[in-house]
């Protein structure tokens, strides 16, 4: 069957690459699969996030708790149900509330290869 359930009990949470903050993410289908896109969960300690220029064109779903998202001095919060769209070159800063968050996330082409192929 080529049609998957995924869930976070599938999820192996790794410290987001280039980060030193409390962010992991856990991709379930990625490049290793033979799909086309990569789909995730992310995971933000309280009050912890990231800067970056997105490496690929990023769908982010707001699970639990919110984040801010800063992006050319515009200052957005997602919370819960909330769906964030990252286009490829947009330079943002994630943060996480004192809650935390968990995310899932959607990004074409796969991140991780473009992210390294961009030196980061």
Known sequence: MK???LSLT???FER????DADVFAANLIDERHEGPITIGYGR???GQGLH???AVDDVMIVLQ???TIIADGDVRTAVAG???YMPKGEAVEIRAHEQGALTAY???PHWKPAYTQDGA
């Open 82 to 84: 909330d769906i964030v």
């Open 52 to 54: 970056e220029t997105m």
């Open 16 to 19: 987001s690459p280039g980060q």
């Open 44 to 46: 933000y300690g309280p």
């Open 65 to 67: 708790g919110q984040v």
């Open 106 to 108: 959607v990004t074409w």
């Open 10 to 12: 599938d999820a192996s």
């Open 3 to 5: 049609v998957r359930v």
